[in-house]
C-alpha cells in the first residue's frame, strides 16, 4: 500500500523569506510523487513532479521539490515567499509499475504567507 | 488551453435522492478518475476509467456508480444520498500513456455536493 504523510497542518512565513513545506512516502517500490496547490473553492493545480532523474525538480511559480530516497521524502521548496502562495498543498504518490494510476494523497499542508 | 470541465458546479440535494455529477476530459486524454474531498480532508480517490472500462476503484460506495461513455465523458452517479456525501468531488484526466507519459492527472475545479 502506498501513503503520503505531511507532518505540519500549517506552515507560516514571512514574505521574502524562504519556504518549505515537508512530504514524506510510503511505497513498495519506486514513486512517482506530485505537488499540487489548491485555492479556496478552486480545483488542483499541479504545481511539479518527480519521475526520474535529478532528485532536484523545479516547478510553476518558483517552486521546486528534493527527492530524497534514503529519506523517502518529496519536500516542496520556494526560495522567496509570497503572499499570493498562500494556499493548501497536497503531495501526492503513485507508485510505479502497479499498474494503479490513482494517486494517494497527503492530508494537506496550508501555507499562510504574511506580508 | 482546454481543462477538465465539471458540471455542475454546485448540487444541493435532500437525504435519500440522487445526483449525477458529469465530468469532460482534456481533449484527447483516455483516462478520468473521480476523487472525493470532504471538507478539511485530503481527495480521496473513488474510481477510474480507461478506454470506457473501469480501470481500478478505490473508496466508492456502493450506492456510488461511473462509467465513462464513447465521448470519453464520464458521469459518476449517486443513490440514496447521505448527510456525509456532502464532499467536493474532483474529476481528473490523463493523457494516453506512452513514452514520457508519467500520467500526470489534470483536475476540474470540482462539483460541491451538499447533502439536506
Known amino acids: 500500500a502506498q501513503s503520503v504523510a505531511q507532518p505540519e497542518d500549517q506552515v507560516n512565513v514571512a514574505e521574502g523569506n524562504p519556504l518549505t513545506v515537508k512530504c514524506t512516502y510510503s511505497v513498495s517500490g519506486n514513486p512517482y510523487l506530485f505537488w499540487y496547490v489548491q485555492y479556496p473553492n478552486r480545483g488542483l493545480q499541479f504545481l511539479l513532479k518527480?519521475?526520474?532523474?535529478?532528485?532536484l525538480v523545479k516547478g510553476s511559480y518558483g517552486f521546486e521539490a528534493e527527492f530524497n530516497k534514503s529519506q523517502t521524502s518529496f519536500h516542496l521548496k520556494k526560495p522567496s515567499a509570497l503572499v499570493s502562495d498562500s494556499a493548501l498543498y497536497f503531495c501526492a504518490v503513485r507508485e510505479v509499475g502497479t499498474g494503479r494510476r490513482a494517486l494517494t494523497f497527503g492530508s494537506g499542508t496550508r501555507l499562510q504567507v504574511q506580508p | 488551453a482546454a481543462g477538465v470541465i465539471q458540471s455542475p458546479r454546485h448540487l444541493i440535494k435532500e437525504k435519500r435522492e440522487t445526483a449525477t455529477l458529469k465530468c469532460y476530459p482534456i481533449?484527447?486524454?483516455?483516462?478520468v478518475y473521480w476523487y472525493q474531498q470532504g471538507p478539511g480532508q485530503d481527495p480521496q480517490f473513488l474510481i477510474s476509467f480507461y478506454e470506457k472500462m473501469q480501470s481500478d476503484k478505490g473508496s466508492i460506495p456502493d450506492r456510488f456508480s461511473a462509467q465513462q461513455f464513447s465521448d470519453y465523458h464520464s458521469e459518476l452517479n449517486m443513490s440514496s444520498l447521505e448527510l456525509g456525501d456532502s464532499a467536493l468531488y474532483f474529476c481528473?484526466?490523463?493523457?494516453?500513456?506512452?513514452?514520457?507519459?508519467?500520467?500526470?492527472?489534470?483536475f476540474g475545479p470540482g462539483t460541491r455536493l451538499t447533502v439536506l
Open positions: 481528473a484526466s490523463s493523457p494516453p500513456r506512452g513514452p514520457g507519459s508519467y500520467n500526470e492527472q489534470f
Open positions: 481533449p484527447r486524454h483516455d483516462t
Open positions: 518527480y519521475i526520474t532523474g535529478d532528485n
